[in-house]
C-alpha cells in the first residue's frame, strides 16, 4: 500500500532495507541568491562568505563544550559527536544502582508491585527512581516522576492473538507524568518486539518523556501532547502477525489526534525499515495543530515524517517543522518513500524551515 495513502490507523507497506556510504567534505555551495557552507566532521568552523555574497543558508548549529557554534555533517554515523542522543547520554546514567522490582522491593510511598506482572502508580506525587524491572509500569495518578530506571520486557511469548505490550503506560486521567533516563526495551526484534515503549492514553495531559534509550520496539513513543526531548530511539522489531492485524506499523514517536500541544525536540530516531515512520502526526481522531518538530536527527520509515495533513480530511494548522536533519543511512532518500508527506506549506501557520540533510548539509524540502 502506498504510504502516501492515508491509513484509519496503521500502514500497510512491506519492510525494506538498504545501506549507503556517506562521505563528508568542506565545499561552498550556491544556493539562488545565498551560500551554503559545511565542513567536514574534523573542521573547527565555518568559514565566511565572500565579500558580496547574499545571506548564508547554513545547517543547524552544534554547540559546541567551548560553547561556540559548529555546522558539522554526517552527524548519524555517530551522534553524540555533534551534540544528538546515542547511547553514549541517554539512558540511566554510569553508575546508577538500580533495585530490583520485584526481587529486591515490592512497593513505597505510591506504588506496589502487582504479581500479575505490573508495577502500578497510583499515587500523586509519587517518585520512582533507580530500578529496574521486567515488568510494565501502569501510571494512574498526577505529578508523577518515573527516573533512572531499565525496564526490559519479557516479550518472547507474545502471539497473533495478544501481541500488545507497554513499557509505560500513563492511563486516562493522568498529569504531569515525567519519563526520564531510563532505558526501555523488548526481548528482541521480531515477533519478540515490544509493541511500544511509552504510551500515552487519550485523557492525559502534561506529558514529559526526556532523555531515554528506546529499542527493541514496534513503537517508541506514543502521545498526543506533551514534549519529547533528548530521546535515541533505534533498532526497531518488525513482525508481520497475519490476518486480522497484519504487519507491524513501525512509529519513532506518534500522535493520532490533537490531545494539546505537542513538542518534539532534539531526538535521534532511526527507523532502518522501509515501513511508516521516524516521527508522525496523522489525522485519524481529529485534525492536527499545534506541534512542533525541531532539531531532530532522523532517518528511515516509508517516510521520515508525516506533517498531519489527510488528503480530504481537515486542514492542519500551526506544524512547525524546523532545523531537522534527515540522513540516508539506510535509504538514498532518508524514508524509503522520501522525507516529508502530508505537510501542508498552505496551512495557517504551518512552517517547514532550516531542514537539511545530514550528509551534505544541504535544504530539504517539503
Not at 563528508?24 to 565555518?46: C, H
Not at 513503537?219 to 501532547?225: A, L, M, Y
Not at 500551526?318 to 518513500?337: A, E, K
Amino acid at each position: 500500500m502506498d504510504p502516501a495513502t492515508r491509513r484509519s490507523w496503521k500502514r500497510r507497506a512491506l519492510t525494506a532495507a538498504g545501506a549507503g556510504g556517506l562521505v563528508a567534505v568542506s565545499i561552498w555551495v550556491i544556493v539562488g541568491s545565498g551560500w551554503l557552507v559545511f565542513n567536514r566532521l574534523s573542521g573547527g568552523g565555518v568559514d565566511p562568505p565572500p565579500p558580496g555574497a547574499g545571506p548564508a543558508v547554513t545547517t543547524p548549529p552544534i554547540q559546541t563544550r567551548a560553547g561556540g557554534p559548529v555546522h558539522r555533517t554526517n552527524c548519524a554515523p555517530s551522534p553524540h559527536v555533534c551534540g544528538y542522543p546515542d547511547r553514549t547520554n541517554t539512558g540511566v546514567p554510569a553508575g546508577t544502582t538500580l533495585r530490583q522490582v520485584p526481587a529486591q522491593v515490592t512497593g513505597g510511598r505510591g506504588w506496589h508491585y502487582d504479581m500479575r506482572g505490573s508495577i502500578e502508580i497510583d499515587g500523586d506525587g509519587t517518585v520512582l527512581d533507580g530500578f529496574e524491572s521486567a515488568a510494565t509500569v501502569s501510571v494512574r495518578a498526577s505529578n508523577v516522576t518515573i527516573s533512572n530506571c531499565r525496564l526490559a520486557l519479557r516479550t518472547t511469548r507474545q502471539t497473533a492473538a495478544d501481541h500488545s505490550s507497554a513499557g509505560v503506560l500513563i492511563r486516562n486521567g493522568s498529569t504531569n507524568v515525567t519519563v526520564r533516563n531510563c532505558e526501555i526495551f523488548g526481548s528482541g526484534r521480531g515477533a519478540d518486539r515490544l509493541e511500544v515503549g511509552i504510551k500515552a492514553q487519550e485523557k492525559v495531559t502534561g506529558t514529559r518523556v526526556i532523555g531515554n534509550d528506546i529499542h527493541s520496539m514496534s513503537t517508541g513513543v506514543q502521545t498526543d501532547e506533551g514534549l519529547i526531548q533528548d530521546n535515541y530511539i533505534h533498532d526497531f522489531g518488525f513482525h508481520d502477525w497475519g490476518p486480522p492485524d497484519g504487519p507491524d506499523h513501525l512509529n519513532g514517536t506518534t500522535s493520532n489526534a490533537y490531545g494539546g500541544p505537542l513538542t518534539v525536540r532534539h531526538n535521534t530516531i532511526f527507523n532502518r525499515f522501509e515501513q511508516t515512520d521516524a516521527i508522525s502526526l496523522f489525522e485519524d481522531f481529529s485534525p492536527q495543530f499545534d506541534r512542533v518538530i525541531t532539531n531532530n536527527l532522523v532517518a528511515g520509515g516509508g517516510y521520515t515524517i508525516y506533517g498531519g495533513a489527510n488528503s480530504g480530511g481537515q486542514p492542519t494548522h500551526h506544524i512547525v517543522i524546523t532545523n531537522n536533519r534527515f540522513s540516508r543511512i539506510y535509504f538514498p532518500n532518508s524514508g524509503g518513500y522520501g522525507p516529508v508527506a502530508a505537510f501542508d506549506p498552505r496551512g495557517r501557520g504551518n512552517l517547514w524551515s532550516g531542514n537539511v540533510w545530514d550528509d551534505t548539509g544541504l535544504p530539504v524540502t517539503a
